[in-house]
């Protein structure tokens, strides 16, 4: 029995040294993981507690912050709010003048409604590409309606509710290639634990495969408190949040040991790249090109709302423009006449006769004389370079498209072919 005991606890010291090498190493992995997955792994108190911090500064927000809740929307930025950077007029665009509740005659108005790409994250006022259009094209005037970290579903939704109010000739909807995940999301920090406390309405698909609108979870500002008394509660957010991961939230072991942590993180990156059924992704990037998987719910309601922004755009007599922005990744694939991730997306905007402009072409067509690192901020939006680059491309591309629908259908009732006429 004694051979038998002391055989048994090196046994267990053996499996205790060897545990306690593997959690060691897996808080080494942690420590690295910055690099490698562009965020920290951590608890989840650690993640709550950062959580309740950032909620406050939410709730405690005044006029001297840019973004401010919004009961409808999620958030928006605030009318009249002016910083070295930014700056918003009474009309909640971002412009330093307010606009006439109807274009001058000679004049084109065009609305843009978008994300960062279109408000012009990290370039001042006068460096965005809707500024410059105006700038450089008097004729046309840029109604920005961007706001940073807007979905698709957000930015469809600001233009029901504002679109018609100071008649634009012409709505453009932006999308970027990171808008495609936020289609289906409803938690901003369930895509990433980075991220500011933000709470979205999503399009999710009905029995029919129709749009049914899942509207803001929250109604009123006061409506976090509830997540700073529990800030576990946020799980109930992950009910309609493709992103929404209950190995991480809801595992006890998660928390108590740095090798689950690892592995889960691990598992959750593979599982949502190559095996659930509903990936946003599909493509290996080394056999095939990685492109959005147009059979994916995501992608399904990122093409209805792009046709239905089409119908109503049509239904106010303006003309409606998807246009393409396309990060650096996008741009570097143009560039060497690569398939960019999402061409199956301009495959099916073709097919259901959406028109679009895909500004990859500009970032392309100057690829012989401009070095790409001149068009990029380092966050990821685009220089003031980059934008003035994309403000002379897609003035043109707009004119012209604007002017071809209009010739080639003299019956057209479109405000733009009115205005068009007074050139």
Excluded at 44 to 72: C, G, N, W, Y
Aim: a positive charge; one cysteine or more.
């Amino acid at each position: 029995m004694p051979k038998v005991a002391k055989k048994t606890r090196v046994q267990l010291s053996l499996l205790l040294l060897a545990y306690v090498a593997i959690e060691g190493c897996s808080f080494v992995v942690i420590a690295l993981s910055p690099r490698f997955f562009s965020e920290e792994i951590r608890r989840t108190p650690e993640v709550f507690a950062e959580q309740s911090a950032k909620i406050r500064q939410i709730m405690e927000s005044t006029p001297q912050h840019l973004l401010q809740f919004d009961a409808f929307l999620g958030w928006r930025y605030r009318a009249g709010y002016k910083d070295p950077r930014n700056e918003m007029n009474q009309q909640g665009l971002r412009s330093t003048r307010a606009y006439a509740p109807t274009p001058s005659p000679g004049v084109l108005r065009i609305a843009a409604f978008g994300d960062s790409f279109v408000y012009g994250n990290e370039v001042a006022n006068a460096e965005s590409w809707p500024f410059l259009i105006e700038e450089m094209f008097p004729r046309l005037e840029v109604l920005n309606y961007g706001v940073g970290g807007y979905g698709t579903d957000q930015a469809y939704l600001r233009f029901l509710m504002e679109g018609a109010a100071l008649a634009p000739d012409i709505v453009l909807i932006g999308f970027a290639p990171v808008d495609l995940a936020r289609t289906v999301n409803v938690y901003r920090r369930f895509l990433s634990n980075l991220e500011l406390p933000l709470i979205k309405p999503r399009f999710v698909l009905d029995r029919d495969g129709r749009l049914s609108l899942l509207s803001n979870p929250i109604t009123q500002v006061t409506d976090y408190g509830k997540y700073l008394e529990d800030p576990r509660g946020v799980i109930e957010l992950g009910r309609d949040d493709y992103w929404y991961e209950s190995v991480v939230y809801e595992n006890p072991l998660y928390d108590l040991s740095a090798t689950v942590r690892v592995l889960t993180t691990l598992w959750v990156r593979v599982r949502r790249r190559y095996l659930d059924g509903e990936r946003l992704l599909e493509g290996d990037g080394v056999v095939q090109a990685v492109k959005f998987k147009s059979e994916s719910p995501a992608f399904r309601i990122q093409t209805m709302l792009f046709e239905k922004f089409k119908a109503d755009a049509l239904a106010l007599r303006a003309v409606p423009i998807v246009v393409i922005l396309p990060d650096g990744e996008s741009v570097t694939h143009a560039r060497l006449g690569r398939q960019k991730i999402f061409d199956p997306l301009l495959e099916h905007l073709r097919k259901s006769a959406v028109a679009y402009i895909d500004l990859s072409d500009a970032f392309a067509a100057e690829a012989k004389t401009t070095p790409q690192g001149r068009w990029f901020m380092p966050g990821g939006h685009y220089s003031g370079a980059g934008n003035k680059m994309i403000a002379a491309w897609l003035a043109h591309q707009v004119e012209e498209r604007v002017k071809a629908d209009c010739l080639s259908r003299p019956e057209n009732r479109l405000r733009a072919c009115r205005a068009l006429n007074t050139f």
